[in-house]
């Protein structure tokens, strides 16, 4: 269905960088990395082997992104909720940020990329926090891709802070109450200071945002793919990028 759908717009069957205009590249993409668990069972594997190679395809996609130009990549790798999951793979989980540094760190500081995390740092194990520390220190002077990963993050406890912030402020006489509005509540979220993601990719098939960034997807354009995020490749987020061309954002007007 998809080469059919390619073909009838005069497009390659499969999509590459150059079959992307370069006036419409989005400038902000999100990425729910969902079906690790689901790829290694498919292969009767454990499903920490599909966490692993999830970390293979956030580099390829890393590096797909900084070629086009976007500018900043979020991607969704441990959310509040994910604690629920058995103990043994949330312990997995949390060594991958310092797998993922330790072998990437180099590499993305020659293609000046830049680190960040968005989530709370509470409960994150002591060599899960270091690893970021180190990443985000050692690349904050770069001024290429910023690559931002949600970590720890949930979207509605970020809205509920941001929200008590404001009330303190009002409280303390900081804040007027006449001066709450969207400003001032995304200046409070974990995102302040990045612009609101302009496309949202989710992998999986799954059809919900499982609550990653509700405040900043409000006018996001989403896509949705029933591949596994192991197996989601250079192609498949071209692809993406390609449906995200050939919409029209009118933000609620005509």
Do not use: C
Request: aromatic share 8%; proline share 4%; net charge neutral.
């Amino acid at each position: 269905m998809i080469k059919r759908l390619w073909a009838k717009l005069g497009l390659s069957s499969s999509p590459t960088a150059a079959s992307l205009s370069t006036d419409n590249i989005p400038v902000h993409v999100a990425i729910i990395m969902d079906g690790n668990g689901r790829w290694a069972r498919k292969r009767g594997l454990p499903r920490v082997a599909g966490h692993h190679s999830g970390m293979k395809t956030v580099k390829r996609i890393t590096i797909a992104a900084d070629r086009l130009g976007i500018k900043y990549l979020t991607m969704y790798a441990f959310s509040t909720e994910n604690w629920k999951r058995p103990k043994a793979e949330v312990e997995f989980l949390m060594k991958l940020p310092q797998q993922f540094i330790e072998i990437e760190l180099d590499e993305l500081i020659a293609n000046n990329v830049q680190v960040r995390m968005m989530g709370s740092r509470d409960n994150l194990p002591p060599h899960t926090l270091s690893a970021l520390e180190e990443a985000i220190t050692k690349t904050a002077g770069n001024t290429g891709l910023i690559l931002n990963f949600a970590l720890n993050y949930g979207s509605r406890m970020e809205m509920v802070n941001a929200i008590r912030d404001m009330a303190s402020d009002v409280k303390t006489g900081v804040l007027s109450i006449d001066d709450i509005d969207e400003e001032a509540m995304s200046s409070r979220l974990l995102s302040s200071g990045l612009p609101d993601p302009d496309l949202l990719i989710r992998t999986s098939g799954e059809l919900r945002l499982s609550n990653f960034m509700l405040w900043q997807l409000a006018y996001s354009e989403l896509w949705f793919t029933d591949v596994y995020w192991p197996e989601f490749s250079e192609k498949h987020f071209y692809e993406a990028i390609g449906q995200y061309q050939r919409r029209a954002r009118r933000y609620g007007g005509l």
